[in-house]
């Protein structure tokens, strides 16, 4: 008995089908990987118990390169050659990322309430924290590098303080091991905020800040 060609095409479109899901399965992207600047062991806690500050401060969003103002994390390789992981991307924003570490690493710090972008009582003292970020350099398996430079104006006042961040430190793991960059960049970070709020917390003793060498 002859078996008819709508028999014989069940098995050749489900052997089609097979073959299909295997392929696109093969072909599908890896899932990425979120970072977060706001996350490590890095953060000051000298002023976990501090006691509520009688200022506050305001962080204003933190300016970056446009070469890395984008979702992925950008590692630098030699040669002058960029990659953009598409695969390793920040939680946010990196410029949101850095505005956010340094607001969270002051408030813990100062024991300072970060007003930007809500109202104030009048007669409330503010410092108001400006941050253009200069250089932001990833090399998986090496270094990371950040260079800033800040400023604090104290709100009635004028600027106290304008200076520069350049530091450095190690990425541990290999040259593909983007957590290691990613947690010397924190860490970098934590300087970076470390310094501004010394400063105001020196202005608000009524003593003159200086740029930490």
């Known amino acids: 008995m002859t078996r008819s060609p709508r028999r014989r095409a069940k098995p050749l479109a489900g052997a089609v089908l097979a073959a299909l899901a295997l392929t696109l399965a093969g072909c599908a992207s890896p899932p990425s990987r ?34 890395v103002d984008r979702p992925q994390i950008v590692v630098t390789r030699g040669g002058g050659r960029v990659d953009i992981l598409e695969e390793s991307r920040w939680a946010a924003p990196l410029k949101t990322e850095l505005t956010s570490a340094i607001s969270r690493n002051l408030t813990q710090h100062l ?4 007003v930007y972008g809500l109202p104030r009582a009048d007669g409330l003292t503010v410092y108001r924290v400006s941050t253009s970020v200069q250089r932001f350099e990833s090399v998986p398996g090496e270094q990371a590098a ?18 520069r961040f350049s530091g450095t430190a190690p990425a541990s793991g290999d040259a ?38």
């Open 34 to 67: 979120f970072y977060t600047l706001t996350d490590g062991t890095g953060t000051p806690k000298s002023g976990a118990n501090a006691p509520v500050a009688r200022y506050a401060v305001e962080v204003s969003p933190v300016a970056v390169p446009e070469q």
């Open 111 to 114: 024991g300072a309430m970060d």
């Open 146 to 163: 950040l260079t800033a430079v800040w400023s604090v104006r104290r709100v009635p006042g004028d600027v106290v303080l304008t200076c």
């Open 176 to 213: 593909g091991g983007i957590d290691g960059v990613v947690a010397a960049q924190r860490q970098l970070v934590d300087r970076l905020a470390l310094s501004i709020g010394n400063a105001i917390a020196t202005s608000a003793q009524g003593a003159t800040p200086h740029c930490e060498r």
